[in-house]
């Protein structure tokens, strides 16, 4: 651009000095019959046409290269003007441009956000879960009583079990804890494996009957330990023969499975 405004200016400038040129001579063509006439000669008219043709000759010419100049110069100016005006359009069509990709970084910088936010909101819910796996709470508690020396389950007993296999099934992170117990009737060491009979007994029942994974079980017979009731009197002793079963679950955060606390107790007759 910078060269052409250089070029435009250089183009003016010859302009200006062949219209002085020629003026020059106009005022020489207009003055010489002058001086002729004043100076007491005659000039003929093919005196004077010899005289003025070369000189209108080169007039002409002159206004030729200056009708050229001119007219190169309209051309240059339309040139620039279009050059210009492309030169803002492309440069309107960039900033468009520019606009529009900073919208759509500006949003993919949200969405960015927004993902990261989630992530950490969902690591947090991670590490809550990963805290609390070891940190099981008894939500279910199950009794079942036996007869003396005895470690068969009777009807209703299996109903219990049954029951109990049927809540454990919709969890995805329990234990089930089984302890055996028996009363004082009897050698204490013949008391520990009845107890731990009876604890067999039950385990056996859920995992053939209930169908609850043998690894989701720990179990104990404990003998005479433990008692729930003085071994004094018949009722007493009616209630330490027994199985406790206890359901344990993660405190998981609240998206987790909850079920109730629920306490039962078999009223087993026993002879």
């Known amino acids: 651009m910078l060269v052409t405004k250089v070029r435009l200016s250089r183009i ?23 001086l002729l006439l004043s100076t007491g000669c005659i000039a003929t008219r093919k005196f004077v046409r010899n005289q003025t043709e070369p000189l209108q000759s080169h007039i002409t010419k002159v206004d030729q290269k200056v009708d050229q100049k001119t007219a190169q ?4 100016i339309r040139s620039l ?26 949003q993919h910088a949200q969405e960015a956000r927004q993902v990261a936010e989630k992530g950490v909101a969902e690591a947090g819910i991670a590490q809550q879960t ?3 796996l070891d940190n099981y709470q008894p939500t279910q508690h199950v009794s079942v009583l036996f007869r003396l020396n005895q470690a068969t389950l009777t009807d209703a007993d299996k109903q219990q079990l049954d029951q109990l296999a049927q809540t454990v099934s919709s969890l995805k992170h329990y234990v089930i804890q089984v302890q055996g117990y028996t009363d ?6 013949y008391n520990l494996q009845l107890s731990q009979k009876r604890a067999d007994a039950v385990i056996r029942y859920l995992t053939s009957n209930g169908k609850v994974p043998l690894v989701r079980i720990y179990s104990m017979g404990y003998g005479e330990a433990d008692p729930v009731a003085p071994n ?10 027994r199985v406790d079963l206890t359901v344990l ?16 107790t078999s009223s087993n007759m026993n002879q």
């Open 12 to 34: 003016a400038r010859e302009i200006k000095h062949m219209n002085a040129k020629t003026s020059a001579r106009l005022i020489t063509l207009g003055v010489v019959p002058l």
């Open 73 to 76: 110069l309209d051309q240059d």
């Open 81 to 106: 003007d279009e050059k210009t005006e492309a030169g803002i359009s492309a440069a309107q069509s960039s900033a468009d441009k520019a606009n529009q990709a900073a919208g759509q970084a500006d």
């Open 130 to 132: 990963a805290d609390n």
């Open 184 to 189: 004082t009737t009897g050698p204490k060491e």
């Open 232 to 241: 004094t009197s018949l009722k007493g002793r009616k209630l330490n023969r």
């Open 249 to 264: 679950v993660p405190q998981l955060p609240a998206t987790a499975e909850q079920m109730p606390t629920q306490s039962q």
